[in-house]
């Protein structure tokens, strides 16, 4: 099973496709995913057991020091940072603490970095917590996961591990007024016998549909890319996505295919 964790709270900065020069900051375990999702396409690996809290939370202090430390480091370097980017080893807003971390990420950047913006890549599932839903509606680039239009494909490409509503959690994304970037990573495959498209035909049709109620700032969307958990899923090529984003661009948004 392909598995990647990162082995530190701050990391990089790296170069990414969506997000230039990106400072990593990592609220989970270096050892263990800890997610609300078991997709079939990520990185890190398998959902194991239920994992949707870490053993020992990383101290809230810990936590604002070595991101300090790392935005120090850049820029007595000379290194350049665009984004400040929650990512890491599963799903950042699960950190008991992800609001008090936004309230003291904000002059920190404001100090080293003030030209960044502040990112979090993160599966929505947690938008139905106030607090999470607070923090993320102030920092300049949520980009929140939308790969299902129907439940049904929800729970075949993303797995999760506890209850999850794609109604309520479309609910929440409406309650962004726009001001956010969704995500959505195109694929088919098999899995456990059960064909799945999440591209075409009415399971597009109701993705879609999410997408004109919550009318993002920002649509990316992407393919396969990196080696995966699951076995027999196939990417969509460049020219499959370019057809997506050309739909949604003449629909007025902005729309981009990585």
Not at 20 to 42: A, H, R, W
Not at 142 to 150: F, H, N, V
Not at 173 to 189: E, H, P, Y
Not at 234 to 254: C, M, P, Q, W, Y
Request: hydrophobic share 40%.
């Amino acid at each position: 099973m392909p598995t990647f964790l990162w082995e530190s709270v701050a990391f990089g900065p790296i170069h990414s496709r969506r997000l230039g020069s990106s400072l990593g900051i990592n609220l989970m375990p270096t050892d263990e995913k800890i997610c609300t999702f078991n997709c079939l396409y990520c990185e890190c690996g398998w959902t194991l057991e239920k994992n949707v809290n870490a053993r020992d939370p990383y101290p809230l202090d810990m936590v604002m020091e070595a991101v300090e430390r790392k935005m120090g480091e850049c820029r007595a370097n000379g290194v350049g940072v665009d984004s400040v980017t929650f990512s890491g080893n599963g799903e950042p807003t699960l950190y008991p603490y992800f609001d008090k971390v936004i309230d003291n990420l904000i002059p920190l950047r404001d100090k080293y970095f003030p030209r960044a913006v502040i990112s979090c890549l993160s599966n929505s599932t947690q938008l139905l917590r106030p607090e999470v839903a607070a923090a993320l509606k102030r920092i300049e680039n949520p980009i929140l996961k939308l790969d299902a239009g129907t439940q049904r494909m929800l729970e075949i490409v993303n797995a999760p591990v506890v209850p999850v509503d794609i109604e309520a959690i479309t609910e929440q994304l409406c309650a962004f007024n726009g001001k956010l970037v969704i995500q959505t990573l195109f694929f088919s495959g098999d899995n456990d016998g059960v064909s799945f498209n999440n591209a075409e035909g009415e399971e597009f049709d109701r993705w879609h549909e999410r997408i004109m109620r919550i009318r993002p700032e920002r649509i990316m969307v992407y393919s396969l890319d990196r080696e995966t958990p699951a076995l027999n899923l196939r990417k969509f090529d460049t020219g499959f996505l370019n057809a997506i984003v050309g739909r949604l661009k003449s629909e007025g948004f902005d729309a981009v295919a990585y």
